[in-house]
């Protein structure tokens, strides 16, 4: 007689996903500011499984200071030592299992604009991908070029983050994005006699038998 006998209504289970990419992006893609005077360009390709499998358990310390990261990235999940000396941010939130890598060479007023990429890259990744605007999961982007204008008023936040996002969106469309389906982990113990309903139901919702 649970709550006096009201009416339970019961909704369809709600399932979270997450997108990735399949492979290396085709090609770096670019975004252009509203005022048609800063460029950037970003790539996508897949973290790698160890990479995203450790950064969602927390099992890479990220607090360390950069040059043990990048080390601890050259050792254990063979990253390029400069690149890994490189990293901007994690994320979403700063400790996500998705990275954004600066691989540009010598491109003037970068370091004024860092924060404005780095901030597009944490909503990108938490706001979603460009299937269905789900959380990116084992996503590295890759920003491989920057032209800024030489005047600071035209390249603050309004002007270089939404071509931020836009050239990230694209790199991730390049690199053949990819949904993640949730898995749930579940201990059936049953008389032998109803192993076959078991089974039967199982395969009917794609289930595997792992033991």
Known sequence: DFGGGAEIEVSEAVVEVREGVGVVGK???????ANKHNRIYMGAEPLGDKLRIDLEAKRLNLREDSKTVAKNLRDEYDWDLEEARKIWAFGPEGT????????????????????????????????????CEEPLRGVRFNLSDVTLQADAVHRGAGQVMPPAKRSMRAAEYSAEPILYEPLYLVDIQCPEDVLGGIYSVMNKRRGQVID
């Open 96 to 131: 996500g299992p998705n990275c954004l890598v600066d691989a540009t060479k010598a491109v003037q007023y970068l370091n004024e604009v860092k924060d404005h990429i780095s901030t597009s890259f944490q909503e990108l990744t938490m706001d979603g991908g460009v299937l």
């Open 27 to 33: 090609e770096d893609c670019l975004g252009k500011s």
